[in-house]
C-alpha cells in the first residue's frame, strides 16, 4: 500500500557543471548535507516527524512510496507554476506548523493524473516556486540552471534519505527543457553526487534543441524582453489562491485589461479561487536560459568515454519526447527537431490532437501509457 509523505528538502545553491564555468567533475560536491534530516510527514498528519530546516531554505515536495521499492518516477513542472500546495494554514492561529491538511500534497492536474498512475512517484516545487526557497531563491532570482540542480538535489535526499537507487524523470515545457538538460549527466556525475541512477527521461513539449533564442520566445513576449534590457526585470503571470499569505513575496493581483496592469485585492469571499497574479522576473533568468545546452546534451553521450568503477553503463539515457500536434505554445516541430537531434536510445509519440498542457483526458491517458511502456523497458536497468 502506497503511503503519502510531505516532505521538506533542505536547499542547495547550483555548482556550473557545464557551460565555460563548469566545474570538474571531481571538484563537485556530494550532497551530503541530504544526511541532516528534513522535515517530513503523513498527508493526515501534518504534524512534522524529523527535526530539520524549516528557515524557508527547502524545496516543497511530496512523495507517494511503497515500502522496498528501489525505483520512483519524480515529475519536473514547468514554468510558472508547481506541483504541491503551498498553503501552510488552514485558518488557524499557528504561524509556524502547518495545519492545511492540504498543505505539500498534489495540488496540479498533471501532479495528480500522475501519482495516480505510480505506486513510487514525487512531485515539488522548484526553488523560487511557491513554498519553496522563501528565503534563500525567491521567484526574482529564479533560473534554470538552479531547477536542473534542484532535480539532482531532490534525487539525492530520496537516494540516501528514502533509499531509491533509480529514477525515471518526467518533465512537462520547462520542466521537458530540464529533463532535456539532465541528459547530459554522466553516471560519474551521478556518482560523485550521490544522487542514485536516471533510468529513462520523458518530455512533453519540449523546445529549444535548434535554437535557444526561439524557445526563449515561446515565454516572453517582446514587451518583457524589453522590460529585461530596460528595468533589468520584467513582470510574469503566476495563477495563485487570492488572498494567501504564503503566496510568493511581491505576488499582486493582475487587474483585466494588459496583462502586465496590477490589479488591488478588494473581495476577500473568494479566498480559495486561483487567479493571475503577476510577479517579477529578473533578467538573470534570461541570460542563464540563452546559455542553456539542450541540444548539445539530447546529442552527445556524457558516458561514452565511462570508466567509473560505480557503473559499467556506456549508453546515453534513454528519451521518450512526446508532442501533441494541437499545442499553440510550443510548436509541434519543436518536440521533433528535439527527437532528431537526439542519439539512441529515443522514441517519438505523437498525439494528433493533444495540446500543451493535454487537458484532454484521452490524451493525457494516452501519453501516461506511453510513458509507462517506455520505462517498463528500462525499470530494472542498472538498479542493484
Not at 560536491?29 to 530539520?52: E, K, L, R, V, Y
Not at 525505483?71 to 488552514?90: E, I, K, N, T
Request: proline share 5%.
Amino acid at each position: 500500500m502506497s503511503v503519502l509523505k510531505v516532505l521538506q528538502i533542505p536547499f542547495s545553491r547550483v555548482v556550473p557543471w557545464y557551460g565555460i564555468d563548469a566545474v570538474p567533475i571531481a571538484s563537485l560536491p556530494t550532497f551530503s548535507h541530504i544526511q541532516t534530516p528534513g522535515n517530513d510527514h503523513d498527508d493526515d498528519d501534518a504534524s512534522t516527524n524529523d527535526g530539520g530546516n524549516d528557515d524557508g531554505d527547502f524545496l516543497l515536495a511530496c512523495l507517494k512510496e511503497i515500502p522496498s521499492s528501489k525505483a520512483c518516477v519524480l515529475y519536473v513542472h514547468g514554468f510558472p507554476d508547481q506541483s504541491v500546495d503551498h498553503r501552510r494554514r488552514g485558518g488557524g492561529s499557528d504561524e509556524t506548523t502547518p495545519n492545511n491538511p492540504s498543505y505539500g500534497t498534489f495540488s496540479t492536474r498533471m501532479s495528480k493524473k500522475l501519482a495516480e498512475a505510480y505506486t513510487c512517484f514525487c512531485a515539488f516545487n522548484c526553488s523560487g516556486s511557491p513554498g519553496s526557497t522563501s528565503n534563500t531563491v525567491k521567484f526574482y532570482d529564479k533560473t534554470v540552471s538552479q531547477e536542473v540542480w534542484d532535480v539532482l538535489n531532490v534525487m539525492a535526499y530520496l537516494h540516501q534519505k528514502k533509499g531509491f537507487t533509480g529514477f525515471h524523470v518526467i518533465g512537462l515545457s520547462t520542466g521537458a527543457i530540464i529533463g532535456s538538460i539532465l541528459r547530459g549527466v554522466s553516471h560519474e556525475m551521478l556518482c560523485k553526487l550521490d544522487c542514485g541512477k536516471i533510468l529513462s527521461i520523458s518530455v512533453i513539449a519540449a523546445c529549444g534543441a535548434t535554437s535557444i533564442e526561439r524557445a526563449l520566445d515561446f515565454d516572453f513576449d517582446s514587451q518583457q524582453q524589453s522590460d529585461f534590457d530596460e528595468m533589468g526585470y520584467c513582470w510574469k503571470q503566476f495563477w495563485l489562491p487570492k488572498n494567501e499569505p504564503n503566496n510568493p513575496e511581491g505576488a499582486v493581483l493582475q487587474s483585466v485589461g494588459d496583462k502586465n496592469d496590477i490589479g488591488e485585492t478588494t473581495d476577500e469571499s473568494d479566498n480559495n479561487q486561483w487567479v493571475p497574479h503577476l510577479l517579477k522576473l529578473s533578467s538573470h533568468y534570461r541570460d542563464d536560459f540563452l546559455k542553456l545546452p539542450i541540444g548539445k546534451h539530447v546529442s552527445e553521450n556524457p558516458n561514452s568515454k565511462n570508466t567509473v568503477d560505480c557503473d559499467s553503463a556506456n549508453n546515453a539515457i534513454p528519451l521518450l519526447v512526446i508532442h501533441g500536434k494541437a499545442d499553440t505554445n510550443i510548436p509541434f516541430d519543436e518536440g521533433l527537431a528535439l527527437y532528431e537531434a537526439a542519439i539512441e536510445p529515443k522514441r517519438f509519440f505523437e498525439l494528433p490532437k493533444g495540446n500543451h498542457l493535454l487537458t484532454n483526458s484521452k490524451d493525457l491517458k494516452k501519453a501516461i501509457r506511453a510513458i509507462k511502456e517506455w520505462q517498463e523497458l528500462y525499470e530494472e536497468r542498472n538498479i542493484q
